[in-house]
């Protein structure tokens, strides 16, 4: 009686790690099936998205408006790091918050008028850079 037990353990181990090994056999086929038909529906959405956005018209800007608002861009960037800049020494020097923006615009315009300059030597290592 033992012995057969013993053989049927044996057994269902024999088929336990059979069937693992089968599905570990199809998982690869399985995994590969799935991302095909993921990238296929990928392709499939991205199509419609394309010929959606193709299908919206374009409004044209003339050329001067286009030219201005890049100007415009590219001056609010330069006056927002300026502004940082001045924030950034003001705060090292305890300064209020405006007279860190003036210092700032002051100083990159090189005025330089002389009534705010920094006097830690973490303020001035900060102008420096």
């Known amino acids: ?17 059979r069937r ?9 086929k399985a995994v590969l099936k799935m991302r095909r038909a993921s990238h296929k529906n990928h392709n499939r959405v991205m199509h419609e998205a394309r010929e959606l956005l193709a299908s919206i018209p374009h409004p044209q800007f003339p ?3 286009t030219t201005f608002w890049k100007a415009a861009r590219y001056i609010i960037q330069s006056l927002t790091v300026v502004a940082l800049g001045g924030l950034v020494i003001g705060y090292l020097e305890g300064w209020k ?4 923006i003036y210092y700032g615009l002051i100083t990159a315009s090189t005025i330089g008028l002389g009534d705010f ?3 830690t030597k973490a303020g001035r290592l900060a102008a420096v850079v």
């Open 117 to 119: 300059a920094p006097q």
């Open 20 to 28: 693992i090994l089968q599905v570990y056999d199809r998982m690869p």
């Open 97 to 100: 918050w405006y007279d860190s």
């Open 1 to 17: 009686l033992v012995q057969a037990e013993i053989d049927a353990v044996k057994t269902a181990r024999q088929q336990s790690q």
């Open 63 to 65: 050329p001067f408006l």
